[in-house]
């Protein structure tokens, strides 16, 4: 038996915003991080040692809806196979802060499924299968040009 599964670039709403998928696989952006163990305390060993994450580069990206259906018109697969990333166009989401940056988490999605304008010029980030990225963020507020 075989299963074929399409795998044409979909995005999909979210209660918090969107989230994009090739065929079944759910991509993230992978937040450049710094990491921490600590090997003692509550339950942590040298073995097993509590392991913590926190940014060190941007994260607070927003994105533009593409519309139902296929994304592949606006969205650039780079790469075949394990290794292939999505490439979306994205804007940084002023809103969208960590209110308590000293927390051991990232920071929550912003409220609401309201469209916010971005800040700075449109770049490319490249996404990467969920499971790749140990920090990530899988579900990206919409953003909006406040000319158009």
Not at 98 to 119: A, H, I, M, N
Request: hydrophobic residues 35%.
């Amino acid at each position: 038996m075989t299963l074929d599964f399409s795998m044409t670039v979909r995005q999909e709403w979210f209660p918090a915003g969107l989230a994009f998928y090739r065929g079944t696989l759910l991509y993230s952006y992978p937040i450049p991080y710094r990491e921490t163990k600590k090997t003692r305390g509550f339950k942590c060993t040298e073995r097993c040692p509590a392991r913590s994450f926190r940014p060190t580069g941007p994260w607070n990206w927003g994105v533009r809806f593409c519309g139902a259906g296929d994304c592949s018109a606006e969205v650039e697969t780079v790469g075949t196979g394990r290794s292939a990333k999505l490439r979306v166009k994205a804007k940084r989401v002023a809103e969208w802060v960590d209110p308590d940056p000293s927390r051991e988490v990232t920071p929550f999605p912003l409220p609401g499924t309201g469209s916010f304008e971005g800040q700075g010029e449109e770049t490319r980030i490249d996404l990467v299968p969920m499971a790749s990225a140990p920090l990530r963020v899988s579900v990206f507020p919409e953003f909006h040009d406040p000319l158009h």
